[in-house]
């Protein structure tokens, strides 16, 4: 009932630049908020940046200054700018969103996954 899909990802030289859309899609009723997580070949997801409906955002140390996260409440829609990559930002990025969706019985909140998008950032 909930589709989250991200677009943007690709290859990139170190120091480019890459912007990551996701759109959610589906019986919503309120999102709470929406984040970007990754996750490298043999390492465990981490989290990247989140933004919550008010606009509170928050980021790993890793990319604080780099990346910015930003949010379309009217098209529930996050994105994430990726400025200034390096080769460790190689990796799988999952688009996250706490939401709540109402059936036409009952509203249920949770927390729903985009199925990735690659970016690779290689020279």
């Known amino acids: 009932q909930v589709q989250l899909v991200e677009s943007g990802g690709g290859l990139v030289q170190p120091g480019g630049s890459l912007r990551l859309s996701c759109a959610a899609s589906?019986?919503?009723?309120?999102?709470?908020?929406m984040g970007w997580y990754r996750q490298a070949p043999g390492k465990q997801r981490e989290l990247v940046a989140t933004?919550?409906?008010?606009?509170?955002?928050n980021y790993a140390d890793s990319v604080k200054g780099r990346f910015t996260i930003s949010r379309d409440n009217a098209k529930n829609t996050v994105y994430l700018q990726m400025n200034s990559l390096k080769p460790e930002d190689t990796a799988v990025y999952y688009c996250?969103?706490?939401?709540?969706?109402?059936?036409?019985?009952?509203?249920?909140?949770?927390?729903?996954w985009g199925q990735g998008t690659q970016v690779t950032v290689s020279s």
């Open positions: 996250n969103a706490d939401l709540q969706l109402f059936t036409g019985s009952y509203y249920r909140r949770g927390d729903y």
């Open positions: 589906g019986s919503i009723f309120s999102i709470y908020r």
């Open positions: 933004i919550t409906s008010g606009g509170t955002t």
